[in-house]
């Protein structure tokens, strides 16, 4: 029988009783039939809604177990037992504590079940979110498939408004794709040829066909899905207080109930009834389901909240170390560096200079030269035709535009063509600002300049400034010589910068700066392994599809440096709102217990079993409500965003 | 002297209460088949009042399902959650759920119900 079923049948037959309750004292109203019927409806109560309490705790029994249906079962049936002696020696019935105690259980249970289920199954509902069909590319024709026939390599058409099925590489058109399920970013992103793309996301408005790199449980999607249902079914170190105390809980709380039965029964000398009364109190309230769901809820809502943000924490355990962090250390390249180096200044004319120069640099495949060729297309040049092209190694490239020698490159390449005084010391300036420059050359003469940096991301400044207001020590790695590091640290607000750092010595200069306090290392998880897994907590900033999800305890989809901050937040809100559950379950069974055992007699403060019934419920369902809570539980950085 | 009868059985109730529970009692224990014609392992796990057995030994490398069916209805143990290997698996009453393990690596690996008030163990031997 369903639990909801046991619920209403336990309801229902407790109503009169609840009303006899009630009214007696104030009209004399009685239950017709009196203890008859109130017998009758409690045995059915009994054999129908409790009797899975029964079953389950004698099985339990047999086994030497114990659990919260042992509780319930022995207190309900000792009310119910003792009440029919009673009825038939002529003493004081309480048959409506059995009834309350399992309607005001079962109750909670079916609540807390219902929330359980819809905590539990949000993460599974991510993957509802994948395309059904595709448009695959079979002997020359686009023909619709189911997703699961999908292989890698096959070619896929995506129409505006379709999902895109699976992780691939756009071949050709571009599009906006919306990314939000996937990484948590709310804007459109931009996608083009040689792009890649997540399956799950929504091609906005162009019609897109890319090759399918990742399929079946290798996408990027399913990933996060494994991993959060990891994490949400993981041990924080914090349970295992909670796990000692279970295995001994029952038991002891049986103990007290005797104990607290002989001591009012024999020692103060009340009757029989009375001190069943209190024991039977003691055994309900005691109950121990919102010590077992105050963790496992929390971490369960907690790190699914956190998918939904791109933020993926690995299990407990990071959660808990998240909170004693004292310095995060960052990779330079890619985390706060945007990665791709970018022109940040033109010296001369501005257009005819990099006009000029991304004629040159189209075909090349330099990081300077698409660093070029991108800003003459942000900018909308049009980019001319070169004539008898020639790449100089590590210099740059010769070649002819509209029949006039041209160059663009380093001061090496210059040869002959003449430069202005003003054009040298413009480059020293430049050079001590820690970026590369290079000369365009145009009939003889340097027409410009063209200084390239890797910037830092427009996030990286405010993401910092917010570590720091958190009292965080922030700290820089990097392999660029110390000019450069310098730079991009005083830009973004870094404390201290350890430069020309080898990639095999990231992880060594993490170590010694272990010795001031834990460290969280945040790196691409790519190039950083050994750094991530040497720091207390690693965060793996992904990008792309080749989300780094070994490597690091926090996982970062998005690759916006913000969201270290707002890991963190999210990180210690879990781990208080467990603490706090915690707390409340403790608290309330020690206060709960003795005040049930009459401890506070004397001051007029007891607890009848049907109230401990309702108390019991209340308990578990404020643990799991707590947690659910966490959905909407606001996740601030301590500053502003801008 | 009523009085004293009671307390004699209270406790004796409570003497009994800490021996039954808190004593050393054996531990159901069972070893997985292994069929080798399909060189897979299985094992059921019956769940009523706890898991018989509580200790499941498999082999290592060899794919491994335990199923478990619930024949109790205590919603304590409505779901089996294995922690290391993010198993959280609901188990409707009555019916077998398969839950695989992964096999490749040797030791113990706890799982419990889903309040944490049960547990039982796989113990991956080479």
Known sequence: MKITIRFWISLVLSLPMLATMILKPLTGWMLPGSKWTMLVLTTIIMALSARPFLESSWASFKKHHSNMDTLIAVGTTTAYLYSIYAMFTGKEVFFESAAFVITFILLGQVLEERMRNNASDAIEKLLDLQAKEAEVKRNGKFVKLPVDQIMTGDEIRVKPGQKIAVDGLILTGSSDIDESMVTGESMPIKKE???????????????????????????????????????????????KLTDKVSDIFVPVVLIIAIVTFLVWHVLVGVSIASALNFAVSVVVIACPCALGLATPTALMVGTGRGAKLGILIKNGEVLETVNDITTVVFD?????????????????????????????????????????????????????????????????????VKGQQAFVGNEKLRHNFDMTQELQQKMASLQDEAKTVVLVGLDQHVIGLIAIQDVPKETSKEALNALKVRGLKTVMLTGDNQRVAQAIANQVGIEQVIAEVTPNDKAKQVKLLQENGKVAFVGDGINDAPALSTAEVGIAMGSGT?????????????NDL??????????????????????????????????????????????SPEVAGLAMALSSLSVVTNSVLLNNAKITSKVETA | MSKIIILIVGILLIGFIIWWFLGNHEIEENAAD???????????????????????????????????????????????????????QIL??????????????????KWVCGMDMFHGKVVVES
């Open chain 2, 92 to 109: 409707p009453k009555d019916e077998t759920m398969q839950v695989k393990i992964d096999t490749s690596q040797v030791g113990e690996f």
């Open chain 1, 562 to 607: 913000r969201d270290v901050d707002k890991a963190l937040a999210l990180s210690k809100k879990i781990f208080d709102r467990i603490k706090l559950n915690l707390f409340w379950a403790f608290i309330y069974n020690i206060l709960g217990i003795p005040v049930a055992a009459g401890v506070f007699y004397g001051l007029g403060l007891t607890l």
């Open chain 1, 193 to 239: 040829v040689g792009d890649k793309v997540i399956g799950s996301t929504i091609n906005s408005n162009g019609t897109l066909i890319f090759r399918a790199e990742k399929v079946g449980d290798d996408t990027m999607l399913s990933q996060i899905v494994e991993l959060v249902k990891k994490a949400q079914n993981s041990h924080a170190p914090i349970q």
């Open chain 1, 332 to 400: 330079k390249t890619g985390t706060i560096t945007v990665g791709k180096p970018k022109v940040t200044d033109i010296v001369g004319d501005n257009k005819h200079v990099l006009q000029v120069a991304a004629t040159l640099e189209e075909f090349s495949e330099h990081p300077l030269a698409t660093a070029i060729v991108d800003e003459a297309k942000d900018q909308a040049l049009f980019i001319g035709q070169a004539q008898d092209f020639k790449a100089v190694g590590g210099q740059g490239v010769f070649a002819k």
């Open chain 1, 546 to 558: 080749d989300i780094a999800i070994d490597s690091g305890g926090i996982v970062l989809v998005k």
């Open chain 2, 34 to 88: 292994i069929n080798f014609i399909t060189d897979r392992q299985n094992i059921d796990v019956e769940v009523k009042g706890g898991y018989s057995p509580e200790t499941v030994i498999l082999k290592k490398d060899v794919p491994a399902t335990i199923n478990f069916t619930r024949r109790d209805s205590s919603n304590c143990l409505d779901r089996v959650v294995f922690p290391d290997f993010g198993i959280n």
